[in-house]
Every structure is written in C-alpha cells, then in structure tokens.
C-alpha cells in the first residue's frame, strides 16, 4: 500500500522557518517525482514544490527564493525546507508522488497522506 507521511509543521511567526517531511512507502522511491502541495481554508490544493528523480526542482513563484525541495533516496523521504514564511502560506501542505516528464513537466499520482498544517502568524 502507498503511504505517505508528512510532518514538521506547526505555529510559528512571519519570518520564521519550518522543515517538512514526508516519508514513503510502498513506491519505487528513486525513480518517483515528489512534490509538496498545499491547501488554504477554501482554495484547491496547489502544487507549490516539486523534485525530479534526478533532482531538478520547480516552485511556484509565490515560493521561489524562499522555500527549498530536496530528497534523500537512502531514506525515502523528500523534504521542504521554509524560510522568510509569510501569513499566506498558511495551510495544510501534503506531499505526492508522481512521474517527471521532463522540461518541468509532472504526472501526479493521487495518493495523499493525511497533511501538516502551517501556520503563520502576522
């Protein structure tokens, strides 16, 4: 069964900084794109990160400069590094698993673990 599982989020003040996890299971990790999506009280999950089996990345401009994607194969885990957070970057965030089609291009599965809100203060 896949299973995906985030965590690391919590309260914290604009500014500040978070580190998310998800770990994997049940998916050929290495050869899986990962992305990191969120959802806002009322929007659509968007696809704010994404990283390649190769490590390419691709941000949503909202996040570029500030927020960082990474991968650790040997772990099965894919990472999301938040820095100078911003009060409108407060939702749940979920990570996803999907295909890298090249040139920024994904194929994104629909398995979701249960999220990690973020919050952030004004």
């Known amino acids: 069964q896949v299973r995906l599982v985030e965590s690391g989020g919590g309260l914290v003040q604009a500014g500040g900084s978070l580190r998310l996890s998800c770990a994997a299971s049940?998916?050929?990790?290495?050869?899986?794109?990962m992305g990191w999506y969120r959802q806002a009280p009322g929007n659509q999950r968007e696809l704010v990160a994404a990283?390649?089996?190769?490590?390419?990345?691709t941000y949503v401009d909202s996040v570029k400069g500030r927020f960082t994607i990474s991968r650790d194969n040997a772990k099965n885990t894919v990472y999301l590094q938040m820095n100078r957070l911003k009060p409108e970057d407060t939702a749940v965030y979920y990570c996803?698993?999907?295909?890298?089609?090249?040139?920024?291009?994904?194929?994104?599965?629909?398995?979701w673990g249960q999220g990690t809100q973020v919050t952030v203060t004004s």
């Open positions: 049940g998916i050929t990790f290495r050869l899986k794109a």
């Open positions: 996803n698993a999907g295909t890298y089609r090249g040139s920024g291009y994904y194929n994104w599965d629909a398995y």
């Open positions: 990283i390649s089996p190769g490590g390419s990345t």
